[in-house]
């Protein structure tokens, strides 16, 4: 008996030995896959800052300025549910740093344009690299992060993402304005090297999704664009993000114009709604790994709050300061719930699965930004700027219905398996 309880102390040692080990991984995996991550989202907003710059240089029009920033965000859009196949057949490492290196030396190669197709094609090319990140990411997530720290690896992925996005304007106009825009992009382009040299490094940690039995035959192109269940969490993704990008493009033009905020405060509104999105998926993030069995609960109860307090901030006269505040208040709801959503989004995913699971899923979360700030402009063109914040209220309460609806399709379909 004291030899087995010896045996037993001793094992229990060691598995916490090792389970010190893992995590002691786990903060350099998260730091790999969030560095990555914030530069497929500073990238894909370093354009922008040099539409004026160009249209000097290369005599095009805004039209055509646009389109860079469309090929880009809709190369990366269409390619990540191809990627996720690949992901998940071949393994994600290799796409990762595949990725990362295309993306970044299309960014670089931008500096020796001296025509503005060469700079679309190059778009285009940055894109297809950045279409990678969202099937590999979560991929190496799901097989190197423990499964009890799965939201707080979630919620560092969302808010390395969102910082990428807030740094790249300031800092592409500032080294514009100090060195000229060839060797802004030139310098921009080529520090995402070192990053794809420390995956390479790393590699060892980066361990890949639990595989599916190399006998069952993984899910078709068809089936997966078909899949009811998946069907209904992209619709679930889309609305959400349709509803984010219609308040991020137009809070500062409804609360200026409706309510007689001034500019500036309105903009102080906006900074705090991106505030507290990227704040509230660290909070999601702590929360979902404590209340696992809650997840679909606190989607419900954040995802709502923030729809009733952007509506209200829509339909009721209130001063700045409290514009602000609740703006704050609703960013911080709405970033709580991505990460319950994210990872109830893994879950759903069968084993082996999840790159072209997330690969098809998230696409729509780029696909919802971009179709968003048209028709919310047209509402505004036609003297209907109080309905702004009223239909992204709306689309955020169509979100939870078909999230509501995904879960069960998915509670059905494993009930027909199981029998």
């Known amino acids: 008996m004291g030899r087995a309880m010896r045996r037993h102390v001793l094992t229990q040692a060691l598995l916490q030995g090792q389970h010190g080990r893992m995590r002691s991984g786990e903060a350099r995996v998260n730091l790999l896959i969030g560095t990555g991550h914030f530069l497929s989202h500073f990238y894909s907003l370093c354009l922008p800052p040099l539409f004026l710059v160009w ?3 290369f005599g095009v029009s805004f039209a055509e300025l646009g389109l860079a ?10 390619m990540q549910t191809p990627f996720g196949f690949l992901v ?17 030396l299309a960014i670089a190669a931008m500096a020796f344009a001296t025509s503005f197709w ?8 940055s894109g297809i690299g950045n279409a990678v990140f969202h099937p590999a990411d979560y991929a190496i997530l799901a097989g190197s992060i423990g499964e009890n720290r799965m939201g707080r690896s979630f919620a560092l992925h969302t808010l390395t993402g969102n910082i990428g996005f807030a740094a790249a304007p300031p800092m592409v106009a ?7 825009w060839r060797e802004a992009l030139l310098l921009l382009g080529l520090a995402g090297l070192p990053v794809a040299g420390a995956v390479i490094w790393q590699t060892s940690i980066l361990k890949d999704q639990v595989r599916r039995d190399k006998k069952e035959r993984g899910m078709s192109l068809r089936a997966l664009l078909f899949d009811r269940t998946l069907l209904l969490f992209f619709l679930f993704y889309l609305f959400g993000a349709m509803a984010g990008s219609g308040v991020q493009a137009w809070l500062i033009t409804v609360l200026h114009e409706v309510k007689g905020i001034e500019v500036t405060i309105a903009s102080a509104a906006l900074t705090a709604y991106m505030i507290g999105t990227s704040a509230g998926a660290l909070i999601g993030g702590w929360a979902v790994d404590r209340l696992s069995g809650y997840r679909e609960l606190m989607i419900i109860v954040l995802t709502t709050v923030s729809a009733v307090l952007t509506l209200l901030v829509g ?3 209130m001063g700045g300061l409290v ?9 911080t709801a709405l970033g709580g719930s991505r990460t319950p959503r994210d990872v109830m989004l893994k879950d759903a995913a069968a084993p082996g699965q999840i790159g072209k699971v997330f690969g098809f899923v998230s696409a729509g979360l780029p696909l919802g930004g971009a179709v968003t700030p048209v028709p919310f402009g047209f509402l505004i063109d036609h003297g209907h700027s109080e309905l702004v914040l009223v239909l992204a209220a709306a689309l955020l309460m169509v979100s939870l219905f078909c ?10 379909d494993a009930a027909i398996a199981a029998e």
């Open 403 to 412: 999230m509501g609806s995904a879960r069960a399709s998915a509670k059905h």
């Open 55 to 57: 249209q000097r240089e």
């Open 315 to 317: 339909i009721l006269p």
């Open 174 to 180: 500032a080294l514009t304005a100090f060195a000229g």
């Open 323 to 331: 514009a602000v505040a609740m703006m704050l208040v609703s960013g």
């Open 118 to 125: 060469q700079i679309l094609v190059l778009a285009m090319l």
């Open 69 to 78: 920033a469309v090929l880009m965000s809709g190369m990366a859009a269409v």
């Open 88 to 104: 998940d057949r071949y393994g994600a490492r290799f796409f990762l740093i595949g990725g990362t290196i295309l993306m970044s």
